[in-house]
């Protein structure tokens, strides 16, 4: 079952913070996150597994909350290269992925 | 490099014609997939492979088919019945089918219809 990813989208100015998110009815496994560019492949971000820990690549961090079915993508800082669709995928058996969060940072 | 290639990058479908996707991997990834993607839908799985000679139905099946003959390579064919197939298309692989496994994706074939 597709996971369920909020908001939808999400404006920020360089430098400004932001938070998205991911959550799903089912019991999860682990949590996969990807960015992708318009017009471009996907790119793997991290992996949180059962635990409620959190992992980060860049100034990007992540946590994850088992007993909420949850997920959480911080943006720290954000730079304009940090733009783009962020795609959490939830395993269950396999991946299913939400549809996405569309991130435009500004100058 | 290791890495994945889709070919082509752009593909045209007439009516009532069948096309066939590639995607290479030399990775020496166990596992394979197609996604298909539309505007607004995320990421939706079409099939998947653990294994040479071993494919499963994915969210989508219909109106697709697959092969899984050799390691490196998992093809899609796109046929008649998939009445609505523009959409990008995306294959990916990962070392196994594992939750902690993060999945490779190539560029992408982007299929219209003529």
Redesign the interface.
Known sequence: Q?PVQSPQAVILREGEDAVINCSSSKAL??V?W?RQKHG?????LM?L?KGGEQKGHEKISASFNEKKQQSSLYLTASQLSYSGTY?C?T?NN???????NQVVVIP | DGGITQSPKYLFRKEGQNVTLSCEQNLNHDAMYW?RQDP??????IY?SQIVNDFQK??IAEGYSVSREKKESFPLTVTSAQKNPTAFY?CASSIG?L??????????TRLSIL
Not at chain 1, 94 to 100: Q, T, W, Y
Not at chain 2, 40 to 45: K, M, S
Request: glycine share 18%.
């Open positions: 597709q496994y682990s996969h990807y471009e492949a996907p790119v793997f992996i597994l795609f995928g395993w396999r991946l299913a992925f939400g549809k996405g | 996604y607004g839908q995320g990421l939706r799985l998947y994915g969210d995306l089918l939750s902690n496994q993060p999945q490779h994706f190539g560029d992408g």
